[in-house]
């Protein structure tokens, strides 16, 4: 009997927190004064909306639920002092309990706010959609509007809709707006007839212009990222904007002939991509670092992984501390006693794609216990590669090439990397493990150090 009547409560509170969160707009309308309370958003300013008032009841909730348990504790704590030894078992477990309760209801709101603070923030995004895009007749100007995609424009190509007009204003005449950029296929259903993605055109279109359009089509407006395609010009089938480093889709692996860099020019983004034979792990032929923004052929052939990073254009002014170079392994600690060559921040941002031959980077002996020999014979980092740490956000590139004069592998490759992100890891350990620069590697010619500032 008890269960049921602490069910059927549980019920109500329930149904009254489920109305106060759906019918915010009316209970603000009876002008309430709800109490501020430290920590918790005002309700009484004027037109709080849904995420201030999710913010003061799960705020509210805590509050509540650290009270309850307090008293709870004390209610077991005024327990002890009955003379019953039943009672006492009964006071331990009832402070245990509410020890527990507050401590898992705090636990899980740190842990929330730890794994992703947008989870315990409550925010609407509203949905983009491809306004202003519309069918058109050529030769009577008519319009229709249009939707994302359509796997079969037949019937409306058959009404003289044979093009698609981008609207950026009232008069269509030109306007600002993102590019809208539209997938041609041959054929309905997305296709190509033959599965030849090289057959499908992709079509920027700027505001007030048309694009022609039969078999099918999607469109999407094109957003700052990376985009790979399968010719050098840019013009056949494009992935969508890449913004993260990791293996390229089995569409686009080993066939990517053309990149084009996107910018986020008004938030100040800049855009880069190093291309690589092999997985990102793993030291092989590899491209020089991409950072142009438009379109340009790739400068690697068989691409199966890439590094995509943001470039860091204000990295003096932030927590960037720079790039050392050691010449032994873990050259950061004191028994290893290892040269060093710094990189300060402030060289790094004058270039943001810094780069010197190894056999320039000469080690300083400051406060460093080794012998004569050993500083004689190990004077730079291409002679002695031992390890690096990265003070910052960086990603480090260090390239070979093959010890035999105008050798090449099978790959056709020529130059060979191996990339390091402080995001990941912060520092390289051990750049004897290192397949490109290693003591016995074919790719001897170590030639090449790359430092880029990167933003998260």
Not at 166 to 181: A, H, K, Q, R
Not at 267 to 288: E, M, P, R, S, V
Request: charged content about 15%.
């Amino acid at each position: 009997m008890k269960n049921k009547i602490k069910n059927k409560y549980f019920l109500f509170l329930a149904f009254f927190i489920l109305f106060i969160f759906l019918s915010t707009g009316f209970v603000h309308a009876l002008e309430i004064t709800y109490p501020n309370i430290p920590g918790l958003p005002s309700l009484n300013e004027n037109s709080p909306n849904i995420n201030a008032y999710v913010k003061y009841w799960f705020g509210l909730l805590i509050y509540i639920a650290g009270i309850i348990s307090l008293i709870s504790f004390v209610v077991g704590a005024v327990g002890l002092i009955s003379p019953s030894v039943e009672a006492h078992g009964q006071a331990k477990d009832r402070m245990w309990g509410a020890t527990l309760g507050l401590t898992l209801t705090f636990a899980s709101f740190i842990i929330i706010n730890t794994i992703n603070t947008h989870l315990t923030v409550s925010e609407l995004t509203p949905l983009s959609a491809l306004s202003g895009v519309y069918y058109e007749n050529a030769s009577t100007q008519e319009r229709l509007a249009c939707p994302q995609s359509n796997v079969d424009t037949t019937a409306i190509t058959s009404t003289g809709f044979d093009s698609i007009r981008y609207c950026c204003n009232s008069e269509c005449s030109g306007g600002e707006g993102p590019i809208l950029m539209v997938w041609a296929f041959p054929e309905k259903g997305l296709e190509t007839g033959n599965g030849d993605l090289s057959e499908v055109q992709t079509k920027e279109v700027s505001c007030g212009n048309t694009a022609d359009i039969s078999g099918s089509f999607r469109m999407a407006f094109q957003t700052p990222g990376i985009y790979a395609y399968l010719d050098s010009n840019c013009s056949t089938f494009a992935s969508a904007a890449n913004t993260s480093s990791g293996n390229i889709t089995d569409r686009f692996k080993n066939n990517i002939r053309g990149v084009k860099i996107v910018n986020d020019d008004a938030n100040g983004i800049k855009y880069g991509a190093i291309f690589h034979q092999t997985d990102l792990k793993t030291g092989g032929g590899c491209g020089t670092p991409m950072i142009d923004p438009g379109c340009q052929p790739i400068n690697i052939t068989n691409a199966t992984s890439v590094n995509i990073f943001k470039i860091n254009q204000t990295a003096s002014d932030e927590a960037a501390a720079g790039v050392t170079f050691y010449s032994e392994p873990y050259g950061w600690d004191t028994g290893a006693n290892a040269g060093f060559y710094d990189v300060p921040k402030k060289d790094i941002k004058a270039d943001p794609l810094w780069n010197k031959n190894p056999s320039a980077m000469e080690f300083k002996w400051d406060n460093v216990t080794q012998s004569v020999p050993y500083k004689t014979t190990n004077t730079n980092f291409q002679i002695k590669p031992g390890s690096i740490i990265m003070n910052g956000d960086y990603l480090v590139a260090l390239y070979s090439s093959l010890s035999g004069e105008g050798e090449t592998e099978p790959s056709g490759a020529t130059e060979y990397c191996q990339t390091f992100e402080s995001a990941f890891l912060g520092f390289v350990p051990n750049l004897n493990t290192d397949s490109i620069i290693a003591s016995g590697s074919s790719y001897t010619d170590f030639n090449s150090v790359y430092i880029i500032p990167t933003r998260p």
